[in-house]
């Protein structure tokens, strides 16, 4: 009999250690990794620049009180739900920052949310948008950001709420709900649709702030871009589909001039996070601009929350 116990506690000790290895570990860069970054190809910057522009990477990643947009020396606290973000250092410096990163590895870092020690990211790093990037846009990205200044000081922990602080079982969170791959070009489409799509749905993770999202932080499908309550627990952000609720009455060309300028329609400013994103929409083409809308405007329509005023 003691021996029975003896061995049924030995096997649930183990089954714990199991359990607790498998949380962390990064199953989802293993089996599921898709780069295939060719090593022979040139990155290249100007390229970089523009999807750095579209991705809003400055927003979260910038130094604070630096008025120059190219400083990324993170540190910027990121209020969620969860608790306090402090995005890290992501200059070119070789110490505070990634400049001793090698490129497969910020490619990974973008698409899979997975760092170069393994461990896993919080999605408030939007890696599960990212991810539908090409490895080689990523890249660029990487090749864009060697240009920019480097800025010394590594930022402060994160300071989130329990359970949330234990980065453990991120990587389960992966494996369950981290899905997609490279958005393909659809033959049936424009061009510019295409490429609106590209940019709004990867890249410009425009889903991210509105769209409504599920207890475990994912975005909840059948509800994408209807708008939702927005991060920092401030009112909500609008709809962005063509229903009465949402862009129905606004013309291409009204969402493309308000990505540019950052006024609607009735000639209302946006604000908050919004007047962030147009920073960086504003850096963008007419036509990558145009594009976006051209696939806003194509969304299906559902019910949501219209902008409050
Ligand atoms: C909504 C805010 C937000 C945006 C936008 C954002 N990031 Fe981040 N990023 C974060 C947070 C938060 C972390 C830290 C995640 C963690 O600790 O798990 C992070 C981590 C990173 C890291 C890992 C750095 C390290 O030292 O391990 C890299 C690289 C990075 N981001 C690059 C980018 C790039 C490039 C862009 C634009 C394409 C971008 N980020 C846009 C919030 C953001
Ligand atoms: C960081 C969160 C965030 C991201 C990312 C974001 N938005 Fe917004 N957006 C908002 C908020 C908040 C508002 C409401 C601003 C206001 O009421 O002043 C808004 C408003 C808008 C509006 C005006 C809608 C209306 O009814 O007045 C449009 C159009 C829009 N966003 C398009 C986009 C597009 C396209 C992207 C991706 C490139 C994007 N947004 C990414 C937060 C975000």
């Known amino acids: 009999m003691a021996r029975l116990i003896r061995s049924i506690i030995a096997a649930m000790v183990l089954a714990g250690f199991a359990l607790y290895w498998l949380s962390d570990f990064d199953a989802y860069s293993v089996f599921r990794s898709d780069q295939r970054l060719k090593s022979s190809r040139a990155p290249d910057p100007v390229n970089g620049k523009i999807l750095f522009a579209a991705g809003g990477c400055v927003s979260c990643h910038a130094s604070p009180g630096s008025t120059d947009r190219r400083?990324?020396?993170?540190?910027?606290?990121?209020?969620t739900p969860f608790g306090i973000f402090y995005p890290p250092n992501i200059s070119p410096d070789p110490i505070?920052?990634?400049?001793?990163?090698?490129?497969?590895?910020?490619?990974?870092?973008?698409?899979?949310?997975?760092?170069?020690?393994?461990?896993?990211?919080?999605?408030a790093f939007p890696y599960p948008s990212y991810r539908h990037l090409s490895p080689e846009d990523a890249a660029d990205i990487f090749a864009y950001i060697q240009t920019l200044p480097a800025i010394r000081g590594k930022v402060q922990d994160h300071a989130l709420d329990?359970?949330?602080?234990?980065?453990?079982?991120?990587?389960?969170?992966?494996?369950?709900?981290?899905?997609?791959?490279?958005?393909?070009?659809?033959?049936?489409?424009?061009e510019g649709w295409n490429r609106g799509r590209y940019l709004v749905e990867g890249?410009?993770?425009?889903?991210?702030?509105?769209?409504?999202?599920?207890i475990a932080g994912v975005i909840l499908a059948e509800k994408r871009f209807s708008?939702?309550?927005?991060?920092?627990?401030?009112?909500f952000v609008?709809?962005?589909?063509?229903?009465?609720?949402?862009?129905?009455?606004?013309?291409?060309?009204?969402?493309?001039?308000?990505?540019?300028?950052?006024?609607?329609?009735?000639?209302d400013s946006v604000g908050g996070a919004m007047a962030e994103?147009?920073?960086?929409?504003?850096?963008?083409?007419?036509?990558?601009?145009?594009?976006?809308?051209?696939?806003?405007?194509?969304?299906?329509?559902?019910e949501g929350h219209s902008r409050t005023k």
Not at 167 to 187: M, Q, S, T, Y
């Open 71 to 79: 400083h990324i020396g993170g540190g910027q606290p990121l209020k």
């Open 96 to 123: 505070d920052g990634i400049g001793q990163w090698t490129s497969v590895q910020f490619v990974r870092a973008l698409r899979e949310g997975t760092a170069p020690d393994r461990h896993s990211y919080y999605p």
């Open 162 to 190: 329990f359970p949330y602080s234990i980065r453990r079982g991120l990587g389960l969170w992966k494996l369950a709900f981290l899905n997609g791959g490279v958005i393909e070009p659809d033959p049936t489409r424009s």
């Open 203 to 214: 890249i410009g993770h425009c889903a991210e702030c509105h769209s409504p999202r599920t």
């Open 227 to 235: 708008g939702g309550p927005a991060i920092d627990g401030k009112g």
């Open 238 to 267: 609008p709809n962005l589909t063509p229903d009465p609720t949402g862009l129905a009455d606004w013309s291409e060309g009204d969402i493309a001039s308000l990505l540019k300028d950052g006024l609607t329609p009735d000639a």
């Open 277 to 302: 994103v147009v920073r960086n929409t504003a850096e963008l083409s007419e036509a990558d601009r145009r594009a976006m809308a051209i696939y806003l405007k194509s969304l299906p329509p559902i």
